[in-house]
């Protein structure tokens, strides 16, 4: 039996698919630990998950101040090319910079058999580099290993953030290290990602969906009787500030209120003072459970959401706003599960026309059919524990 | 679609007429109508284009002018603060001094 630790962010999305793949660990048998900031993820955690909180005391006077900067990224707009620039310089280089000394110190007490760690928390990586520790690299968002040929320097610029911080880390590397050398989960399956060129240690496992017990209410008896018209999911995600959500719900209610619909919104119930009748409005939903009674989603291309869909065979109109929700986006379109809109530009007769064009053209969910079927012929959760598993058997191997 | 034969040289005027096409092509014709695009147009603050939107409009201008441009070259040479900052403009004066 092995130990193994994931090293993780306080991003739901990147979370989510170490807990299916922790559970299938746990399960087998194996030792496994999750290293976050998050105090909450303790109780998301599968039966004998263990959390390792990453925490600083009165004498890390630099961590306890940098902690108090690390919700930036639900701040402030940012957009395009720009998103990419704003997503490295004031979110994953100083919360990697701030996580690095817990880790560090959690990682010398747990002596783990095998490091998982995010791939925009790299911070694990040098960590494991420097206690000698194998580390695989878990890839819940896709898009950062997938290089524009077209603007190449954009990807480079990433990598050369990457490199500095591992030089100020006190790690003497050329190059990033974010990706290991030994394994790379990559949560989707090739035929979602697109045509691509990477060494053998990329394995696309598909989309790792870890099955919550819902403990969310939810009015199911409202979208089993909507017998007439579509049933359709609108979400923007847990990213975005007030501003945007605002402008883009309103957006919404103009396209689908007192429409052929049923809606269900994931979103404060009270962002409006009056919502559409035939609008169900939470601010969490059992998404899981609630995709199978759907006919489309529409939301801003964060991969998690877009793979459950898609997991469902569910079509989609998506809007992407920053990060890479843009790539999601084209790949949706690209793989021809769904139609994108911009953010900024798109009104809601847009919209309207998106998911009717989505709902009424059979092809769309032929496509998103045929993604769901690339997604468990990827292998999922048993395909990526057994990965992880033959990497701990061989010990003689060299992994650093 | 894209493919006009260009007989002679084209001003700067008609490259910007050209690439405004394009960019109409790109994010559609109703949001460019509302769209005051001039030179100093930014893809990432005036038109509100992302690195895809930019990259589609890019092949049309590569479909368009073919190995007499190398359009793919001159933009993957571009660090991310000239992509934040590169402007329509910028893109005429290349094509205009390419010809």
């Known amino acids: ?400 | 679609m894209d493919t006009i034969v260009t007989a002679g040289k084209l001003n700067s005027n008609e490259i910007f007429n050209l690439l405004k096409q394009f960019i109409t092509e790109v994010i559609g014709e109703e949001f460019v109508e509302e769209m005051d695009i001039s030179m100093d147009s930014s893809f990432n603050k005036d038109l509100e284009m992302d690195s895809i939107e930019i990259v589609a409009f890019s092949e049309k201008i590569k479909a368009h002018f073919g190995d007499k441009i190398d359009f793919t070259g001159w933009l993957s040479n571009m660090d991310i603060d000239e992509l934040i900052g590169l402007k329509l403009g910028m893109i005429v004066n290349f094509i205009e001094e390419c010809q």
Request: glycine share 6%; aromatic share 10%.
């Open chain 1, 1 to 400: 039996m092995a130990r193994f630790v994931y090293i993780v962010p306080p991003l739901t999305g990147h979370v989510n698919p170490t807990l299916a793949v922790g559970a299938a660990l746990l399960e087998a048998g194996h030792e496994v630990a999750w290293m976050s900031l998050d105090e909450s993820l303790e109780a998301r955690l599968p039966a004998d998950g263990k959390l390792l909180l990453i925490t600083y005391t009165d004498d890390d006077h630099s961590e306890r101040e940098s902690g108090q900067y690390l919700n930036v990224i639900t701040k402030k707009v940012v957009y395009g090319v720009d998103s990419i620039k704003f997503l490295y310089e004031e979110v994953l280089i100083p919360l990697n910079r701030h996580c690095y000394k817990g880790i560090s110190r959690l990682l010398e007490a747990y002596q783990p058999d095998l490091v998982i760690t995010d791939h925009e928390l790299f911070a694990g990586a040098i960590a494991a580099l420097k206690h000698g520790v194998p580390y695989v690299t878990s890839v819940t968002a896709p898009a950062a290993i997938q290089i524009m040929d077209e603007l190449p320097k954009v990807y480079e610029w990433e990598q050369n953030q990457i490199v500095a911080l591992q030089q100020e880390l006190g790690l003497r590397a050329e190059r990033s290290v974010a990706s290991s050398d030994l394994l790379n989960l990559v949560f989707t399956s090739k035929e979602f990602f697109g045509e691509v060129h990477l060494p053998d240690q990329y394995r696309f496992v598909g989309p790792v969906i870890y099955k919550r017990q819902a403990k969310t209410t939810f009015d199911w008896a409202r979208i089993a009787e909507a017998s007439e018209g579509a049933r359709i999911l609108v979400s923007i995600g847990t990213t975005f500030n007030h501003e945007h959500k605002k402008s883009f719900f309103d957006k919404v209610i103009s396209a689908f209120g007192g429409g052929p619909y049923t809606v269900v919104v994931i979103c404060d119930p009270l962002l409006f003072e009056e919502w559409p009748d035939n609008f169900i409005v939470q601010l969490n939903i059992p998404q899981l459970e609630v995709l199978p009674y759907l006919d489309a989603v529409v939301c801003h291309g964060g991969h998690n959401t877009v793979c459950e869909s898609l997991s469902n065979g569910i079509p989609l109109v998506v809007i992407p706003i920053a990060y890479d929700q843009s790539h999601v986006a084209g790949r949706v379109v690209k793989t021809g599960a769904g139609l994108r809109l911009n953010f900024n530009r798109f009104k809601a007769q847009h919209l309207q026309a998106a998911l009717h064009e989505v709902l009424h053209d059979p092809a769309f969910k032929t496509a998103a059919i045929s993604l769901r079927d690339s997604f468990i012929a990827a292998g999922g959760t048993a395909a990526a524990a057994g990965l992880l598993v033959n990497l701990t058997k061989n010990k003689s191997t060299n992994y650093v």
